[in-house]
T-cell receptor
Framework: KNEVEQSPQNLTAQEGEFITINCSYSVGISALHWLQQHPGGGIVSLFMLSSGKKKHGRLIATINIQEKHSSLHITASHPRDSAVYICAVPSLDSNYQLIWGAGTKLIIKP | EAQVTQNPRYLITVTGKKLTVTCSQNMNHEYMSWYRQDPGLGLRQIYYSMNVEVTDKGDVPEGYKVSRKEKRNFPLILESPSPNQTSLYFC???????????FGPGTRLTVL
């Protein structure tokens, strides 16, 4: 069974800081997901990546398949980036299930 | 606009009173699922459906039922709710099982 670990669990930073959130998994995968959960509860997909790097605005996701590790970076962080960031990887036991990380709660102070 | 809708968004009920949380998607996706989210535990899958009339248990199916009579709808049924089912519930859909996930807005359920 694939295991997913995120770090840190909680992160508080000042506005403008460069943020890194990490996700490690135990078994080779085809793709990894990063999602964002707003304080109001809604969950949105940020990235799905299987290699290299993807960028969307101030968010950058990278993945190292050999090291079974992915990072989510936020440049020039802003209080509106405050959210829980969740990574997920495909289950090895099912074509239809994902294994979810516990999430990283990010707070950006003005 | 592509969307996943859930109703109700908030519900307070009492133990044993049957309830249904509806989920509907307009993306013509075959795959839909239900999750519950509890503090410190992250998302846990309750049930999922690969297509109409095809459903399967997730990680925490006890106390829940689902049905998939139409492609767009995937209701979650609690026949006899108990306080340990107090949680935040999400419906989600994807075009393919491991593909990009689209979530509904969530239903916050409190069972007294």
């Amino acid at each position: 069974k694939n295991e997913v670990e995120q770090s840190p669990q909680n992160l508080t930073a000042q506005e403008g800081e460069f943020i890194t959130i990490n996700c490690s998994y135990s078994v080779g995968i085809s793709a990894l997901h990063w999602l964002q959960q707003h304080p109001g509860g809604g969950i949105v997909s940020l990235f799905m990546l299987s290699s290299g790097k993807k960028k969307h605005g101030r968010l950058i996701a990278t993945i190292n398949i050999q090291e079974k590790h992915s990072s989510l970076h936020i440049t020039a962080s802003h209080p509106r980036d405050s959210a829980v960031y969740i990574c997920a990887v495909p289950s090895l036991d099912s074509n239809y299930q994902l294994i979810w990380g516990a999430g990283t709660k990010l707070i950006i102070k003005p | 606009e592509a969307q996943v809708t859930q109703n109700p968004r908030y519900l307070i009920t009492v133990t044993g009173k049957k309830l249904t949380v509806t989920c509907s998607q307009n993306m013509n996706h075959e795959y839909m699922s239900w999750y519950r989210q509890d503090p410190g535990l992250g998302l846990r899958q309750i049930y999922y459906s690969m297509n109409v009339e095809v459903t399967d248990k997730g990680d925490v199916p006890e106390g829940y039922k689902v049905s998939r009579k139409e492609k767009r709808n995937f209701p979650l049924i609690l026949e006899s709710p108990s306080p340990n089912q107090t949680s935040l519930y999400f419906c989600a859909t994807t075009a393919g099982g491991h593909g990009e996930q689209f979530f509904g807005p969530g239903t916050r359920l409190t069972v007294l």
